[in-house]
């Protein structure tokens, strides 16, 4: 074949291809490479890859039991189901789900396409969390703070810290928050936080919702558009992925007549890049 004709077949391929699968078809450059996905493809979930929460309640007073059968994989998504049902102590089920224990990067960058639910009392999230989170030692270092020792403690601290990728309130359809929850050296709890508000519905389609975290910050996009950034509490320790529906909860407030259920939190997939180089060599 002419090497013109070959050239023209082969965008004419590139081009079909791109708008049969343009999910992976990613923007992402500047030296990032892919290390970690979950593309949903599959019939089942992964759980190579995830961990399936089991528990009643959470904190912040939420309302949802959470249970195995409302995360599942169908048609090329993972789907975190929210019902109205009694089980257990709960008059609601959701899912939860995480990769602690099997996948927890230091610095990266995170996309998850989604669609979220709506309806009062509905309360989505992405985030990160520490791997190695240590309870006690925090409790015993705050109150050695407290008493003024705070020289007797050692300079690694395994302080709290939470990245909130993407936090949505059913009610307000427009609004997508992203938050990093922290501690100072000397153990006070602070967070920075950003949103985006306007006329778009997130619960109306699919949307990229991408963290970048580096050593020095931040940054938070929404189909690739930057509307967050902080070089403030910055962690720097392994985080593992966690993806849920709370129902209820102090922030969120309960459903009422208005809540439609069941809803559907539709995840299409996730991916994590790091850099090709390590920071210290950038």
């Known amino acids: 074949m002419h090497a013109k004709n070959l050239l023209a077949v082969s965008l004419l391929l590139f081009i079909s291809f791109s708008e049969l699968y343009p ?3 990613s ?6 490479r892919l290390v970690w996905s979950d593309e949903f493809s599959g019939e089942q979930l992964d759980t190579g890859k995830w961990n399936i929460l089991v528990r009643e309640q959470s904190k912040h007073n939420e309302l ?3 249970t195995p059968d409302e995360v599942y994989v169908e048609d090329g998504v993972l789907r975190i189901r929210s019902r109205e049902r009694n089980y257990g102590s709960q008059q609601y089920t959701s899912g939860r789900l995480d990769t602690r224990d ?11 396409r989604a669609k979220l639910p709506a309806g009062q009392g509905l309360w989505p999230a992405h985030w990160l969390y520490p791997q190695n989170r240590d309870w006690r030692m925090e409790c015993l270092m705050a109150e050695e703070v407290a008493a003024g020792r705070e020289h007797l403690i050692p300079e690694e601290r395994p302080w709290y810290s939470e990245i909130d990728i993407m936090e949505f309130l059913g009610h307000e359809r427009g609004v997508v928050y992203g938050t990093l929850h922290y501690c100072t050296f000397d153990g006070k709890r602070k967070s920075t936080s950003g949103k985006v508000s306007g006329d778009t519905d997130y619960s109306a389609d699919f949307h990229v919702y991408s963290l970048e975290w580096r050593p020095d910050s931040i940054k ?10 902080t070089a403030s509490g910055i962690p720097h320790t392994p985080h593992y992925i966690i993806l849920n529906t709370a129902v209820g909860g102090s922030w969120p407030g309960n459903p009422d007549s208005t809540t439609v259920f069941p809803q559907f939190h539709d995840i299409d997939y996730v991916r994590v890049y790091q850099k090709e180089k390590p920071f210290n060599e950038q």
């Open 102 to 112: 099997k996948f927890a990067p230091v610095y990266g960058l995170f996309e998850i």
């Open 64 to 66: 949802q039991y959470y």
């Open 220 to 229: 938070w996009y929404i189909d690739g558009k930057l509307y967050h950034a």
């Open 27 to 32: 923007p992402v450059t500047d030296g990032w």
């Open 23 to 25: 999910q992976i078809i």
